[in-house]
């Protein structure tokens, strides 16, 4: 009797996905799971319906994830990895003001562009955060959470160095800031729909980026007097 074939073996990835190795199973099956949680929530989308979309056997979502939660939180997981890594490169102690302006839109730039690729994993997480599923919440407070813990040391930097105003707090300022980078992605579908631009353009992209940090500079840092733009302004 021939030995037993492991779940990833070409004969039980059918499908398009049949011939390229179990790594490119996983990373269809993470990649129809968050379109389709983004689309039809948790409960919403079906082990089958997943399987189906990425070309693949409905047994590989156990093997690779252990069901359909361990998909569910390695799409949440991928994602705040990734953003966490960003946010640790880019928001390092400035020198001064004008590096701090520099990383705080290097920072805003990273998290608006990924919205253009990355559009359903964003919309999942703004959504089932408010719905207080347990899982969401494990991932949130593994990844998301160290991400805004990152953004108030890098305020705290100004603070200590005395570049803010008096009165600013650090944990305040910086879910301000995520606040108005969220409402820009959460709204751009209306703003498409009803005025006709998008973050998803990059020049208008520029011009968010440029609003949010004139209007929250200016209530931050001492002698800030309006927008400034790495790209020589926006019309």
């Given at each position: 009797m021939s030995a037993a074939k492991r779940p990833d073996s070409a004969s039980?990835?059918?499908?398009a996905?049949?011939?390229?190795g179990p790594e490119a199973t996983r990373?269809?099956?993470?990649?129809?799971?968050t379109e389709l949680f983004a689309k039809h929530g948790f409960d919403g989308a079906s082990v089958k319906e997943i399987a189906d979309r990425a070309g693949v056997n409905v047994?590989?979502?156990?093997y690779h994830f252990g069901g359909k939660e361990g998909l569910y939180r390695a799409a949440l997981d991928q994602h705040g990895q990734a953003k966490l890594e960003m946010a640790t490169r880019i928001l390092k102690v400035p020198a001064n003001p004008e590096e701090f302006r520099l990383r705080?839109?290097?920072?805003i730039e990273e998290i608006l562009h990924d919205f253009e690729h990355q559009e359903c994993v964003m919309r999942m997480i703004h959504r089932d955060v408010e719905m207080d599923l347990p899982v969401v919440q494990e991932v949130f407070k593994e990844r998301f959470l160290k991400i805004f813990e990152t953004l108030t040391k890098f305020f705290k930097v100004?603070?200590?160095k005395g570049w803010f105003h008096d009165g600013v707090d650090q944990e305040l300022a910086a879910g301000m800031l995520i606040g108005m980078v969220q409402?820009?992605?959460r709204s751009d579908h209306l703003n498409h729909r009803f005025f006709g631009r998008s973050i998803k353009d990059g020049k208008y992209r520029q011009k968010v980026i440029d609003q949010i940090l004139g209007l929250f500079l200016r209530g931050l840092l001492r002698g800030e007097e309006g927008p400034r733009s790495s790209r020589g302004g926006s019309k």
């Open positions: 039980s990835e059918s499908g996905h049949s011939s390229s990373q269809a099956l993470l990649k129809a799971g047994s590989l979502v156990s705080l839109r290097m920072f100004g603070e200590d409402h820009q992605m």
